[in-house]
Each structure stands twice: as C-alpha cells, then as structure tokens.
C-alpha cells in the first residue's frame, strides 16, 4: 500500500511538472513568448530560449543534427555576409568609376579653357561663326566678357 502511494505521487509529481513545462522564444520582432505549446515551424534554434527539461531529457538533439543546423544557420548568415560585402564593393567600384570619369571631363574642360584663354589672350583677331552661317569678329567688349567667363571655368576646373 505504502509503495503504491509512493508510486501514485512521484508518477502525479512527474506529470505536474510536464505540465508545468515551458517553451520560451523570441519571435522575429523581438518578443518572448512563454507556452506549453513549441514555438510555431520555421523558429530558428538560436530563437529559443528555453525548452521543457522533460522535453530535452526525452530527446536530447543530435550532436551531429545540432552541428548542422549551426552550420546551415551560420552558412545563411556567411551566405548574406558575403553577399552584403560583394554589394558594398560593388557600389565602391562604381563610385570610384564615376569620380574617375568626372576627373577626367574636368581636367578635358581645363585644358580646353587654357587653350581658349590663351587665344583669347594673345591678341589675335578672333571671330565666330553665327547661326545662319556668317562670321562675326569679336570686339574689345566680347573679347574681355568671354575672357572672363574662361577664367571662370578655369578657376573652377582647374586646382
């Protein structure tokens, strides 16, 4: 009799305490949820906090299991790391293309300035063609506004 009690109450002691067993994770916007219930499919390992102790001494995880899914968490995680560093480069090497470019058509429009601002400045007798076709010499007073305007340009692409 005494050994049926006995019985009875480690079997209702054991039975309060898987019913007392928790599940303990975060869901993906960072909140922690307590339940008897497991945490729906797809909740990554590294999510949950806790486990039932009945639930992990009936069926402890594989080493080799755990081993993978850490691999394959881990490789995800490398997987997006390698593809965020590759995008960063890539933005890298296209804004240094540009900067290059940009270098480039500057120090063109600077030499073509020097060039117009020494015409301009050796005295000669310049002209331009118009619209329909006819030339036009350039006076003293045009002579000196695009003389301006060329030193202008070469102050602003010309270090």
Do not use: Y
């Not at 063609?129 to 202008?152: H, Y």
């Amino acid at each position: 009799m005494r050994s049926t009690r006995i019985a009875i109450t480690l079997l209702l002691s054991a039975l309060s305490a898987a019913a007392q067993a928790q599940w303990v994770w975060r869901d993906a916007a960072g909140q922690i949820h307590a339940s008897d219930l497991p945490p729906p499919k797809g909740t990554p390992d590294k999510s949950i906090v806790q486990r039932p102790a009945v639930q992990a001494r009936l069926a402890p995880p594989a080493p080799a299991a755990a081993s993978a899914a850490a691999s394959a968490a881990g490789g995800v995680d490398a997987a997006l790391e390698v593809r965020r560093k590759k995008a960063a480069d890539e933005q890298l090497a296209q804004r240094k293309a540009h900067d290059e470019k940009n270098a480039a058509m500057r120090a063109d429009n600077c030499q073509r300035a020097r060039e117009q601002l020494r015409s301009l400045d050796s005295g000669q007798r310049l002209s331009r063609t118009l619209p329909n076709g006819e030339r036009e010499v350039i006076d003293d007073a045009q002579r000196a506004a695009e003389s301006q305007r060329v030193r202008s340009i070469v102050a602003s692409d010309c270090d």
